[in-house]
């Protein structure tokens, strides 16, 4: 079984900053690609920003410019650095990992860690 668990959330003004870490543990064998989603009050998740495999990053509209996701494959672990934070990125962010335990896939969630950005 893998497991996925985030950390660094917490409370920050507006225009600040704050780093989430994910760190993926269990039987991996290879990680095909790590996202960053996240879900607010009342509102569907979304997907935030996405890694892949070889590296290649993709954003959400609204985090372009300001969000960074870069990950250690040594350690089978995701960051997402955020900066130039608006109270609309308060949301509790998840991180997500799919790749392959050999004979299976996996596709794994953590618990999730909040995000608020107060005005």
């Known amino acids: 079984q893998v497991q996925a668990v985030e950390s660094g959330g917490g409370l920050v003004q507006a225009g600040g900053s704050l780093r989430l870490s994910c760190a993926a543990s269990?039987?991996?064998?290879?990680?095909?690609?790590m996202h960053w989603y996240r879900q607010a009050p009342g509102k569907q998740r979304e997907l935030v920003a996405t890694?892949?495999?070889?590296?290649?990053?993709d954003y959400a509209d609204s985090v372009k410019g300001r969000f960074t996701i870069s990950r250690d494959a040594a350690k089978n672990t995701l960051y997402l650095q955020m900066n130039s934070l608006k109270p609309e990125d308060t949301a509790v962010y998840y991180c997500?990992?799919?790749?392959?335990?050999?004979?299976?896939?996996?596709?794994?969630w953590g618990q999730g860690t909040q995000v608020t950005v107060s005005d």
């Open positions: 997500n990992v799919k790749g392959s335990r050999g004979l299976f896939d996996f596709d794994a």
């Open positions: 269990g039987r991996i064998f290879s990680i095909n690609a």
């Open positions: 890694i892949t495999s070889g590296g290649s990053t």
